[in-house]
């Protein structure tokens, strides 16, 4: 297959049928063009898979595998940790066990701007919107129009916000 044009790119960037297809026509393909909206949604993950699928060499060359998402995270990405300790102290001493203290690791959002340096640079072009559509339909403010509830809806209204409370503490 000499081409391949895949609009919606960021629905194929994780580990699903759709984006291992999209890798499996990138490799048999000499050209790709992928287009999408929103290449990142936040955090430096969403485009671990997509970036494999499109330039696994590039991967490669900066020491990546496949299963190194963690890793990637951690280079490109932001990684929260939470420790917790009971305050007791297992008296096992045959075991190596964390003794009461628990790692909780997260991924949050943050995404280091090397990932457009190293990985996209030399392969993307970034349009606007009027740079592919001069004359866009043109914005109205609509005003907001405020509307009271009734008794029975302002009833419900109240019930749904205890139970939501109640739930919360």
């Not at 280079?75 to 917790?84: A, D, F, H, L, P």
Request: hydrophobic letters at 35%.
């Amino acid at each position: 297959m000499e081409n391949t044009s895949k609009p919606y790119l960021s629905l194929l960037k994780s580990e699903t049928a759709q984006g291992t297809a999209l890798g499996s026509l990138a490799k048999v393909c000499k050209k790709v063009v992928a287009g999408t909206g929103t290449l990142f949604g936040g955090k430096s993950s969403d485009v671990f898979y997509t970036l494999w699928r499109l330039f696994p060499q590039k991967m490669v060359k900066s020491g990546f595998e496949y299963s190194s998402l963690m890793e990637w995270n951690e280079t490109y990405g932001n990684i929260e940790r939470m420790y917790y300790h009971d305050g007791e102290v297992t008296s096992n001493k045959a075991s190596r066990g964390s003794q009461g203290t628990l790692d909780k690791t997260k991924v949050v959002p943050g995404i280091s701007p090397y990932v457009f340096t190293q990985f996209l640079m030399d392969t993307t072009i970034n349009v606007r919107l009027k740079d592919v559509w001069p004359n866009p339909v043109e914005l109205i403010n609509v005003p907001t129009i405020l509307v009271e509830m009734s008794e029975e809806q302002k009833q419900a209204y109240e019930h749904m916000k205890e139970s939501f409370e109640k739930a919360i503490e």
